[in-house]
């Protein structure tokens, strides 16, 4: 699909909804008949880290490759950096660097000469500094021993430093990363995640798919969850964490009795794992059960009430574990 001639105003922020990404009733049904995305309403701050999170098979490529201008929407519309995609992907794509599933890569070249090839591929790219970029996004994925190894003999969480530091090559206004962090040992996974808010400290809004609760929770300013390709639910992560109530916890090794009294003192689901017994808040002064706990003689160790987490929110929002659909 060529771009037309015709001038596509460009909006103001306003009606792009102030948004890097906005989508209108975004919806992909593929030629087997699946619908993978389902009416999808999303809109992205600028600045913010968006974790888009979804179990497996909930959506989230298909909707990363329709923002990317890979797929066509069967229907409603999707905005990138104001502008329509996939009709303005040559004018908006620039713009963007993009980590996209199973990264593609030249198996018998170096990491650093895929590099090199990549950035030589894209006509906004300077080939006078070339190499220094390269060398520097190589740096930033802690890739540099490695450059000159071959790509096929990258074990796949260097594939996926290396993909990352394709989307890193320039200077981007917007990051879309599907799955950053998928195949990554627990230090890569660190590492890519304070990269990921020094990426966000200098301004660039960072958009990454995981169906990893936690790691959003620890890097991302706002998310969107999805559940069987429909938008559950989306805002700042502190309000959808907040959106579950936390539970009470008790730690003491006197658990049975201090279960018997959480119960009594009308605290729902009551569940005792090792030392901590936990249940739902109670409506009354949580002064009143701690001193109904002291009263019955058990030892309080811990008396508190946990977060809730991103977790319990989505357990809360689906009715369900977070689990994949069939
Ligand atoms: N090319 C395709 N043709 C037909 N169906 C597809 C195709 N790609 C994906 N699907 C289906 O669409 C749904 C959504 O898939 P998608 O890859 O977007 O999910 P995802 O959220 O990215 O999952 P994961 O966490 O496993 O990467 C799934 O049911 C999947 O089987
Ligand atoms: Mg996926």
Known sequence: MGETSVIEPEPSGAEAGDGVI????????????????????LVVPAGSVFGFLGPNGSGKTTTIRMLMGLIEPTS????????PMPRAARAVLPGVGALI?????????????????????DPTAD??????????????VGLSAAAGKKAKAYSLGMKQRLGLAAALLQPRRLLVL??????????????????????????????????LLDEIEQVCTHAAVMARGRLITQGPVAE????????????????????????EQGVGDV?????????????RDLAEVNAALVRAAV????FGVERASLEDAFVALTGEGFDVAG
């Open 271 to 283: 569940v005792v794992e090792g030392e901590r017994v936990s249940g739902e808040v109670p409506e």
């Open 76 to 83: 409603g519309t999707a905005r990138v950096l104001g502008r």
């Open 22 to 41: 906005v989508t209108r009733a975004l919806t992909k049904r593929y030629r087997g008949g699946q619908l993978a995305v389902d009416g999808l309403d």
């Open 127 to 140: 080939p006078r500094t070339r190499r220094a970029r390269v060398a520097g996004a190589l740096e930033r």
């Open 299 to 302: 030892r309080v160790r811990g």
């Open 240 to 263: 959808l964490a907040a959106g579950a109530r936390g539970r009470l916890v008790v730690t003491t090794p006197d658990t049975a009795e201090a279960a018997r009294v959480l119960k």
């Open 178 to 211: 599907d799955e950053p962090t998928n195949g990554l040992d627990p230090q890569g996974m660190r590492e890519i995640r304070a990269l990921i808010r020094e990426l966000a400290s200098d301004g660039t809004t960072v958009f990454l798919s995981s169906h």
């Open 101 to 121: 599933e199973g990264p593609a890569l030249y198996g018998f070249l170096s990491g650093r000469d895929n590099l090199l090839r990549y950035d030589a591929a």
